[in-house]
T-cell receptor
Framework: GNSVTQMEGPVTLSEEAFLTINCTYT??????LFWYVQYPGEGLQLLLK?????DKGSNKGFEATYRKETTSFHLEKGSVQVSDSAVYFC??????????FGKGTLLTVNP | DVKVTQSSRYLVKRTGEKVFLECVQD?????MFWYRQDPGLGLRLIYF???????EKGDIPEGYSVSREKKERFSLILESASTNQTSMYLC?????????????FGPGTRLTVL
């Protein structure tokens, strides 16, 4: 069945550090891939997405590339800010409208 | 902007009570979803609805039911609340168009069952 495995947290970084959160998936067919972010006290919101192999999603300085050969969709940011502190979810959408979520990675960025 | 609202941010109920969680979206979306979010488990789908009066079970439907009488409103019902249903409940909606598959989430309801 479909599944998503992402790096377990928590991750603690200093401001301006480089961020990578690893994500791999298992799916039949060619799923769409997403990163959702949940800021403290809020619901989830879409951060970026990629719908086919080699697509790169980007938003707010975050990037992730859909790698079919390694079934991965790692999230990266070159220089994190305190305001990036949140929980990040790697998410996959298969052939129906259902999303499969990773367990989430808590990122804390210290000034 | 799409807006998904949930009736309560925090709710405290007693074991055995019947609990209603309400969700309303204002973008005429066909699909609506209920998830629960637990630490270390991520989000798990309880039920979803792809049209008025239509529903399908998600991954963990036991102990829950849903109602969708109007397109904009999707209710989650705990017929007899139990302590293991203490959780954060998130509602989401999405349009049905094939290329627009983003789900829009409400702020969540943190339910505590004593």
């Amino acid at each position: 069945g479909n599944s998503v495995t992402q790096m377990e947290g928590p991750v603690t970084l200093s401001e301006e550090a480089f961020l990578t959160i690893n994500c791999t998936y298992t799916a039949t067919g060619y799923p769409s891939l997403f990163w959702y972010v949940q800021y403290p006290g809020e619901g989830l919101q879409l951060l970026l997405k990629a719908t086919k192999a080699d697509d790169k999603g980007s938003n707010k300085g975050f990037e992730a590339t859909y790698r079919k050969e390694t079934t991965s969709f790692h999230l990266e940011k070159g220089s994190v800010q305190v305001s990036d502190s949140a929980v990040y979810f790697c998410v996959m959408r298969g052939s129906n409208y259902k999303l499969t979520f990773g367990k989430g990675t808590l990122l804390t960025v210290n000034p | 902007d799409v807006k998904v609202t949930q009736s309560s941010r925090y709710l405290v109920k007693r074991t055995g009570e019947k609990v209603f969680l309400e969700c309303v979206q204002d973008m005429d979306h066909e699909n609506m979803f209920w998830y629960r979010q637990d630490p270390g488990l991520g989000l798990r789908l309880i039920y979803f609805s792809y049209d008025v009066k239509m529903k399908e079970k998600g991954d963990i439907p036991e102990g829950y039911s849903v109602s969708r009488e109007k397109k904009e409103r999707f209710s989650l019902i705990l017929e007899s609340a139990s302590t293991n249903q203490t959780s954060m409940y998130l509602c989401a909606s999405s349009p049905v168009e094939r290329d627009t598959d983003t789900q829009y989430f409400g702020p969540g309801t943190r339910l505590t069952v004593l």
